[in-house]
């Protein structure tokens, strides 16, 4: 619980600093004379068998460079990259440093036997990675995960459909730790801010459909760029009522075009959205600009950093300076180093081409065509058709036709080497007419799920994302698919790298005739049995299902909790496979129902652990 003298005066400081903020954008105190561009590198930790590693503060003890920060889940990371004047080769000056970073990083990982991948969703999170035994071990992390359990009023839901659907309850924030991001910043003048910021919005559709890398999702095939919905989800606070309640998500596109100036967007933000994380300040900030000092705004900066827009507006202070700056917050981390520059390039040079009829956005486009936009890039990526002046254009045409000229443009307007935007917007070109990370990853799943589990298929795409970022210059369009002497098998250690989660399940009061016909029809030698409250009670087997065939005629009433085994065996999600083939082999068993919380999540048979077994 947040104390409430604290509470109201933080809150006292929040509102010093909207004011502030409003006299110094009035007053010309922003910088508006250079623009910059920064970026923010989100990224994984895994181990040598394409896990998530529990290792992040140690390798960054090992790394000792300011550059380099935590993050929510024990297997990100996130490095903050110099700020680069927008002119000249910028765009190599930023990827230099990049890379840099990365191979400081890589090195140290390799100390504690784990590696690095940049991706969107890591295809290897299970539910066992989202536990708080994963969660970092600072107060922040710690404070979020206390309020917005408590501002829900219960636990996190999330109901995601795609090819496939997802619908699990768990008890933490730490699915939002399942997005990686390569987040990027945009210093812009505040005498144009609210048109940028506008504008952002609208390319934002676009922009992210030849750009998505996350279409998995503990197994399920969900949506292009599963994490947008994934985001929302896991950091929303709204708990669901019996009343049409209109709130919105803190994770957000937003629902309106903006006005006014930056400081209205931030007076939205503290109107709509209850202060979750609060800390002592000293230093007013209106009387820091009476002192003729440069405030920090600190209160604001804290508020603002809890509400996840997708394009964040964005206050800070450089060299004594106050500046504005748009951060694109939904383009997700890798296939490699080269495609994150040329999203990069593609964003910044809409940002700076943009048209003079769209400097009032209301005038071109209806708010609610460019969230429809984002929404549709999201789940069907570059297969999309996108609202654009008027019409439904498919996203090639779009871009290729309308968007990338506007980019080269943009960039060519701010003075960006020529050779540099025809390498990143060709980068873009071909992406659109070839395959992005989402289409690479989907191809090579389907094709190893032909011959491989689930957690094998996983752990496959994961050591050849690796293997193919090895190269930073190695854009995903040109990535080959998997060959099969580079799958991965044999890796799994516990029962739920292995375990069936498909599968068919009999309620106890149903006719033992239903259960036994459904196990011919689909030769299943194991069946759950669950009561309504889908506890489970019983388990049926190809055995029992032979004596029902002698009992059929004396008794065609029979139920299945007349017939099955009550006194049922079981394992956890955790157990080791081969403490589980142990178990089965003492008690002769051909099959273990997996616990989770008490859930019934999936089961392991003998054939799934034969090739675990070397006694």
């Known amino acids: 619980m947040i104390d409430q003298k604290k509470r109201t005066s933080f809150i006292r400081h929040l509102l010093s600093d909207i004011n502030a903020l409003e006299w110094m954008i009035a007053n010309n105190k922003i910088e508006n004379d250079v623009v910059r561009i920064g970026a923010e590198q989100e990224f994984c930790l895994v181990t040598d068998s394409w896990r998530p590693s529990k290792s992040s503060q140690e390798i960054l003890k090992v790394i000792d460079d300011n550059h380099f920060t935590t993050e929510l889940a024990k297997y990100n990371l996130e490095i903050n990259l110099d ?27 390799k100390k504690y036997n784990n590696n690095v991948i940049l991706t969107g969703i890591l295809p290897t999170i299970g539910k066992n990675e989202l536990g708080m035994d994963y969660l970092t071990p600072r107060s922040r992390y710690q404070n979020i995960n206390s309020i917005t359990k408590e501002l829900r009023g219960g636990d996190f839901e ?14 933490s924030v730490l699915f939002e730790a399942c997005n990686t991001s390569f987040q990027m910043h945009l210093q812009i003048p505040s005498t144009d801010f609210i048109s940028s910021y ?71 933000d503290v ?96 708010f609610r065509d460019a969230r429809a936009n984002f929404i549709n890039a999201a789940r069907t990526g570059k297969d999309s058709a996108l609202h654009w002046n008027g019409r439904q254009v498919p996203v090639p045409e779009l871009i290729t036709n309308e968007l990338l000229p506007m980019a080269y443009s943009g960039l060519e307007k701010s003075g960006v080497d020529k050779q540099d935007i025809e390498k990143l917007l060709g980068i873009v070109e071909r992406r659109t007419n070839g395959q992005t990370g989402t289409k690479w990853i989907i191809k090579n799943y389907r094709n190893l799920r032909k011959s491989l589990k689930t957690d094998d298929a996983l752990i496959t795409i994961a050591g050849n994302i690796n293997a193919n970022q090895e190269n930073k210059n190695f854009p995903v369009h040109q990535w080959p698919m998997i060959d099969h002497g580079d799958e991965k098998k044999e890796t799994a250690h516990l029962v739920s790298h292995i375990m069936s989660t498909r599968l068919y399940i009999i309620n106890e009061n149903d006719l033992a005739e239903l259960a036994t016909n459904v196990m011919e029809w689909k030769d299943i030698h194991h069946m759950p049995v669950e009561n309504s409250s889908g506890e489970l009670r019983g388990l049926l087997t190809w055995t029992h299902m032979e004596r029902y065939k002698n009992l059929e005629a004396q008794d065609e009433s029979l139920l299945v909790s007349q017939i099955m085994t009550k006194n049922v065996i079981t394992v956890q999600h955790d157990t080791e496979i081969k403490q589980a083939i142990q178990l089965m082999k003492k008690l002769e068993y051909g099959c273990l129902p997996v616990m989770q919380d008490g859930h019934l999540i999936g089961i392991i048979t003998i054939k799934d652990v034969i090739p675990f077994d070397h006694d």
């Open 198 to 268: 506008n504008w952002a919005q609208a390319i934002s559709g676009p922009v992210l459909s030849v750009c998505t890398n996350s279409p998995l999702l503990l197994g399920r095939e969900l949506w292009s760029e599963t994490r947008i919905a994934l985001f929302q989800q896991s950091l929303d606070t709204r708990g669901s009522s019996r009343a049409l309640k209109e709130r919105q998500p803190r994770v957000t596109i937003g629902n309106h075009w903006s006005s006014g100036t930056a400081a209205d967007i931030f007076k939205n």
């Open 271 to 366: 109107a709509l959205y209850e202060v979750l994380l609060t800390k002592e300040i000293t230093n007013n900030a209106m009387e820091e600009l009476a002192a003729g000092r440069i405030p920090k705004l600190q209160a604001l900066s804290l508020h603002n950093g809890t509400i996840y827009r997708w394009n964040r507006a964005c206050y800070g202070v450089g060299n004594g300076k106050p500046h504005l700056r748009i951060e694109n917050r939904y383009i997700p981390a890798g296939p490699s180093v080269i495609d994150q520059m040329a999203n990069f390039a593609f964003w910044v040079g809409l940002m700076k081409g943009r048209p003079k009829a769209f400097d009032d956005m209301s005038s071109q486009m209806d």
């Open 158 to 171: 999330l109901h995601l459909s795609g090819v496939d659907e997802l619908s699990i309850q768990h008890d």
């Open 83 to 109: 700020p680069e004047e927008l002119k000249g080769n910028c765009f190599t000056t930023v990827q230099n440093q990049l890379t840099e970073l990365l191979t400081k990083a890589e090195h140290a990982a």
